[in-house]
């Protein structure tokens, strides 16, 4: 039926496409112009990008390679902990950190990532778990290095140097927003990309098809560590933003629990559609921050309300938008 | 030389031979079926040629080189093309998208993440080319998983075609068509044969298509070999209609 639908419009998909496009850019461009109306502040919306770009990285993986991964907020905590590791102990470039937090990420996703391509389904996913749990275990228990349980203190992001300009992002949160906007949209603008290329419709292929993909000449283990790879280095961004942010790393931002908490953003949003990760983790960030100050059961909430996405809207959240739009 | 050859060729799942010391050689250009009962082995013998798994014994060659221990990707490159009984496609893509895919592999492009004008442009000719000659052009735009099942067959066929291939494994392309779609389909695979000159391996039920298009016929039974020759000789082989035509017919 949707895919029916799909079909039939398929001509009009790509106008609809940029619309989305379009409204998300506007939206995020002047956001410190409407934001205090709704009742939210910068900080938030610094988080909801954060969080909506790891939500991308992810469904890189699991909506346009068609693998899941349970483990990814391994690949987001370890940018977190390169990021501010490398303010702490090594330079106060934010630039320099920002680019530790990336590779750091990358890096251990393209090596686990050879080590578990091979396997599939659930197999994948709980190898996923386990290495980032290994993490986890690692930044917990080195406490004269990561903090330990306590987490990682004492840096804080420095002001951007271009030549004789000097960009306040340390103490100014509307600067840091738009600091954090620009990463994002560099971020999201290659996912995009990629997904455009041939290379992304192998990706593609191998979501729909896997065997089919394989009888055409396509390395499909070596297409899911490659894609992988990729997403992990998004997810290592993210992270990166995310000791950023706070001026903080701490264990649990390795755990599985927030690997799961992804997972629910990605699927919540719509993991088909391209943006629906971020709107995901828009409606999640949000709840979180405004049901936790009225209850310590939010997650609670949280749960009902995936659950009844998931029940009613399989495409997620933007696939209930786009359906309105089309009939 | 032949294009195709096997060499004491044998597959055993658990107790169950399902392919037993099949040697065979197929010709450039020749169109070659292979018939045979239900569980007679030839899907089976389909996944030996194409790597799908590794045989238990024997050989396979492709134009004198051994291939056996060769990936299935690996063996797409060297230019085996081959669709399956029950069709594998890419659902949620566009007929023009599930073929583009399979043309800008076999251009060596899956890793790429740019093309340039004229590989794009000869991508395109290659899918647009291969749109028209299924007969599919009309319906390029349309996903792949809302067509006709018939159709869906020949977009199977269409994406390992834009493969270019050298050898072309078609399993079974008019399972679950009428009439009028089987026509058309065998229409599509005498115009590879006659016109593109494919060689092709053709395994299938219609005894009406195997007969009207092979040049050459092999009988499988129990995983074996029964009988291989020309239609003629296979239509008066005594032991072949003892064995299939006689009740298959
Ligand atoms: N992967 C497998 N594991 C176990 N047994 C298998 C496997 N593949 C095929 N078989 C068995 O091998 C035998 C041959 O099967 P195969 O599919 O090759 O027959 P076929 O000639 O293609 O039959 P059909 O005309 O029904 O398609 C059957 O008994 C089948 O059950
Ligand atoms: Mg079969």
Redesign the interface.
Known sequence: MS??I??VA??RRGERDWLTTAVIALALLTVPLWLPWVGGYTALASHVLVMGLVAMALNFLLGFTGVMSFGHAAYFGLGAYGTGLTLRYVSDSTMLALLAGILLGGIAGTVLGALIARRRGVYFAMVTIAFGQIFYYIAYSWNDFTGGYDGLRGFSRQPLQIGPLVIDIQNNGTLFYYFVLTVFAVSVALMA??LA??????L??IR??Q??A???????DR?IW?SFSISCFFAGTAGALYALLNNFADPTALHYSLSGEIVIMVVMGGMRAFWGPLVGAAVFVVLQDYVSSMTVNWMSFIGLMFVAVVLFFPRGLLGILRRRREA | MSMLQARGLTKTFGSLVAVKDVSLSVAPGELRAIIGPNGAGKTTFFNLI?GFFPPTAGQILVEDHDITRL???QR??LGMG?T?QIT???????VR?NI???A???AG???????GRSNAARVRERVEETLALTGLSAKA???V??LAHGDQRAA?IA?ALA?KPRLLLLDEPTAGMGEQETYQIAGLIRRLHRDSRYTIVLIEHDMRVVFNLADRITVLDQGHPLADGTPEEIAADPAVQAAYLGHAA
């Open positions: 895919v029916a799909a079909g398929s001509r990309f990629i290329s041939p290379f992304g419709r192998t593609l292929a729909e098809n065997r089919r394989r009888f055409l000449g396509i390395p499909v297409h490659l | 194409t990936s299935a990707h797409v490159k081959r399956f594998e496609i890419f659902p949620e893509l566009t998208e583009r895919i399979a800008e592999v076999a492009f899956g890793l790429h993440m740019w093309l735009g349309r996903l998983g809302e199977e994406m493969l």
